[in-house]
């Protein structure tokens, strides 16, 4: 296949006759119409949904308390497992819910790369950024791990739920990509909010116990989200 | 007419129906742009100019009159469900159209729907033909228009569609990657492993008609 301009590609598929040129089909009726939001309505409501997820984070957090390590933390550390997750989620629902050129969405090859390598990234970093301190020996008991996840997984369900209700027929086209975007960014969220919180530094831990939880939000996002989110 | 003469008649066609439908589409996006805002007088505007667009979009996924019109209503309740999500400078074709596709797909997954299609009513075709054309060319017409729509309803759907929105609905292969949510370049191939298999299975055809007249 040549690498043509596009009217050429177009024109070059042009001597297949249109099958439906020699009929007329019935003519189109429209539907009666429901009450359906506007669009100002519908900025109220994603407005609304994004403070009360940031402030049910920030409600469990003040709750549960900043790790007491925090102040003896490397300054890459910080970066690396909050800082960036941070950053990385900000750039995904950024992405998310950009309209692109055709307000379709941006190009889907860069909305799955980053919805693939922004959990990845949380889970590569949990396992090899260089651990601050000797590990205590309890570090990477299971009942802890178990814990953390329950906890990750209880604060990302409210942000999730809430995408869900204020985003219904938000995607016309990129649906089932952005809807894990979406999931990722929510993941990584509250992966970084868990990360701030708990002081356990066990790279088995902060794989399982926070991280895991980033790739199941991100696989909600796809597989469940986004039957909301598809126009 | 040959092939290459058929090819360069259809390319300046497809070329003077972009630009009237591009001068079309700016009206459009402001009627939608106002319909998102809540003045629902705008929804008849966009109705009478999308509808049959989207109508025959949807008759040549599905290669049945009667799904496509059943789909065309429900690709405008979707679209009235989510007009708060349009942004204001989008535009509605692209939009619309990705619909009206997430529509045939969510159908084309449903067993009921697979088992309810039908073949496509021949003598329909024959009884809306209006072409002022000898009859050998008006069965010639018919016959080909028949085969491709074979063609198309047995190919895979991911080619059928990038198709579909090439050739007939004239969106641009990054409209078309935009609409179908996969990259420019698989929208490309797609539509030009369509066109092989269509290409092939007029030319057969053609033989055959060739072989049986001599």
């Known amino acids: 296949m040549s690498h043509e301009t596009e009217p050429d590609f177009a024109a070059q598929l042009g001597d297949i006759p249109d099958p439906t040129a020699i009929s007329a089909g019935a003519a189109p009726v429209a539907p009666s119409l429901p009450e359906a939001p506007t669009r100002a309505q519908v900025r109220g409501r994603r407005i609304a949904a994004l403070v009360a997820s940031v402030a049910w984070l920030a409600a469990h957090l003040a709750v549960y308390g900043v790790r007491r390590d925090f102040a003896t933390l490397p300054f890459a550390y910080v970066a690396a497992q909050i800082l960036l997750p941070l950053l990385v989620s900000a750039l995904s629902l950024a992405l998310a819910l950009g309209r692109g050129r055709l307000g379709l969405g941006w190009k889907v090859g860069l909305v799955s790369a980053v919805a693939v390598l922004g959990p990845a990234s949380f889970c590569v970093i949990a396992v090899g950024a260089p651990v601050p301190r000797a590990l205590e020996p309890a570090a990477s008991s299971l009942v802890g791990t178990v814990l953390c996840f329950d906890i990750t997984v209880a604060w990302a369900a409210v942000p999730l739920f809430a995408a869900a209700i204020v985003l219904r027929g938000a995607f016309a086209g990129g649906a089932l990509w952005r809807s894990a975007l979406l999931g990722a960014a929510i993941g990584l969220f509250v992966g970084a909010t868990m990360n701030l919180h708990c002081p356990n530094v066990a790279p088995v831990h902060v794989l399982l116990g926070h991280g895991l939880a980033v790739v199941l939000a991100t696989l909600l996002g796809a597989f469940a989200l986004v039957r909301r989110t598809r126009a | ?214």
């Open chain 2, 1 to 214: 007419m040959t092939a290459a003469g058929r090819a360069a008649a259809a390319g300046a066609s497809t070329k003077r129906d972009a630009l009237v439908h591009a001068v079309a589409s700016s009206s459009l996006d402001q009627a939608m742009a106002r319909y998102a805002e809540g003045d629902d007088r705008a929804f008849s505007e966009l109705f009478n100019v999308l509808a049959p667009r989207l109508q025959n979009f949807l008759r040549r996924l599905s290669g049945s009159p009667e799904l496509a019109h059943d789909l065309t209503q429900e690709t405008f309740l979707r679209m009235h469900r989510a007009r708060g999500s349009f942004v204001r400078g989008n535009a509605v074709v692209p939009w619309a159209y990705a619909i009206a596709r997430n529509c045939f797909v969510s159908e084309a997954r449903s067993l009921k729907s697979r088992s309810a299609r039908k073949a496509v009513d021949i003598t329909e075709h024959e009884a809306a033909t209006g072409l002022e054309a000898n009859a050998e060319e008006v069965a010639s017409a018919r016959q080909r228009a028949e085969i491709v729509e074979r063609t198309l309803a047995g190919m895979s759907l991911t080619n059928r569609e990038a198709f579909v929105l090439i050739r007939f609905e004239g969106q641009s292969v990054a409209e078309a990657a935009q609409i179908l949510g996969a990259s420019e370049g698989a929208v490309k191939l797609r539509a030009f492993r369509a066109y092989e298999v269509l290409r092939a299975a007029l030319s057969e055809a053609e033989g055959v008609k060739k072989g049986e007249h001599a």
